[in-house]
């Protein structure tokens, strides 16, 4: 069998730094570890004489299997830890009901584990790279997310939701190669460049949704709008200010936000360590993780957050926001997306983080009104379910 690509992509920017020989030693074990994923996968369907049917009897067997395992329909959604569980969140809020929903999130995320699991199954897998984890353990950690792919990702599911996580690569790759359709979503912080996740599987997919009109002259898809959670508590004033960095924390602005006199703060550090503002703050509320962060969102006066989903989730509870990008991350969107998105949301950008500009910022945001939005995750729902 002949396998034909018609699409050709610069593989350092999905994973790899700019050492060339490092990179070329990557590339080669990531290219073995998928033929060797293909090659298991067409020893399968050889068995199964797959190949020898006529494209009538395969598609009268797939009406079956659908109508055997769900009539309407089998998805699994990839949600890759953080933001792009929320993504999930909100996708999976407009699907439930709809159809059969199963999640594979990352090994050891307990909080996306136990969000999603309300609405579905959820496996784990693991994730090949996460923010910090080092050059040489990259690739065996690939090699085995799409080994364990091959057996995770199955022919029951009628569909594959990408949620823009490097971590989908591998499952989304193994769910082209047993052909099943994928659904492969932009990240809602993407303005001046796609995700390199994003266009690596977009050749591969059968819709790329995207989440801003703007983000049409970066990628070739359909706008379906912001993926916003449906709220599932009634907003309220608690006149309290909600600082959160996200998963993994953001601890410059932790750090100068304890040298200021705010007294009615919520503090979530993620996996930062939350002992320094527990101990220079008694009166604020810190907390490492939750997964009834609604109920701290529905309360809150103002948001201060990262550049991150949280803000989609603020501006789903009605609250203005003060975005604060963390320099430390930087294999993510940069100052220039968070610009765009700050326009967007109305919210007031932090670019410089100092004591005073935070302060000035929360007074301001106190001021703005949050904009309305047309539910990305709803639309994006009702597609999938034609697609079905």
């Not at 068995?47 to 598609?59: A, G, H």
């Not at 022919?155 to 499952?171: A, K, Y």
Request: glycine letters at 6%.
């Amino acid at each position: 069998m002949e396998l034909h690509f018609t699409h050709s992509y610069a593989m350092p920017g999905c994973f790899f730094g700019s050492d060339n020989s490092l990179f070329l030693r990557l590339v080669l074990r990531l290219v073995t570890v998928f033929f060797k994923c293909v090659s298991q996968e067409l020893v399968i369907v050889a068995q199964d004489n797959y190949i020898t049917r006529s494209k009538m009897e395969r598609q009268q067997e797939n009406r079956r299997v659908k109508t055997k395992v769900n009539k309407q329909g089998c998805i699994l959604i990839l949600a890759g830890g953080g933001g792009h569980t929320g993504y999930s969140y909100a996708l999976a809020q407009a699907l439930f009901g709809r159809a059969e929903l199963s999640f594979i999130v990352p090994e050891g995320d307990f909080l996306s584990y136990r969000k999603l699991s309300r609405f579905g199954k959820v496996d784990t897998l693991i994730k090949a790279r996460g923010p910090k984890t080092p050059v040489q353990e990259f690739p065996p950690r690939l090699a085995k997310a799409f080994a364990e792919s091959v057996g995770k990702v199955t022919r029951r599911f009628d569909m594959v939701v990408s949620t823009g996580s490097n971590f989908c690569i591998p499952p989304a790759t193994i769910a082209w190669v047993k052909a099943i359709p994928i659904v492969n979503i932009e990240s809602s912080v993407r303005f001046s460049k796609a995700s390199r996740t994003t266009a690596l599987l977009k050749p591969l997919s059968r819709l790329t949704a995207l989440q801003w009109e703007e983000q049409r002259k970066l990628l070739d898809g359909v706008v379906v709008g912001p993926l916003l959670t449906r709220p599932e508590i009634e907003p309220w004033n608690g006149r309290y200010i909600l600082v959160t960095g996200g998963t993994f924390g953001h601890k410059l602005l932790f750090d100068t936000l304890k040298d200021s006199s705010l007294r009615e703060v919520v503090l979530q550090t993620g996996r930062v360590d939350p002992a320094p503002y527990i101990k220079a703050h008694p009166e604020w509320k810190v907390i490492t993780l939750t997964e009834r962060f609604n109920e701290l969102l529905a309360g809150s006066e103002i948001v201060v957050t990262h550049f991150g989903s949280t803000v989609l989730e603020a501006v789903a509870y009605r609250k203005p926001v003060v975005l604060v990008p963390n320099p430390e991350w930087t294999r993510t969107a940069g100052i220039e997306d968070a610009k765009y998105l700050a326009k967007k949301v109305n919210a007031v950008l932090v670019s410089e983080i100092t004591l005073n500009n935070l302060l000035n910022a929360i007074n301001e945001a106190k001021k703005r009104m949050v904009p309305t939005f047309s539910n990305g995750a709803q639309n994006l729902a009702n597609l999938i379910t034609k697609m079905l």
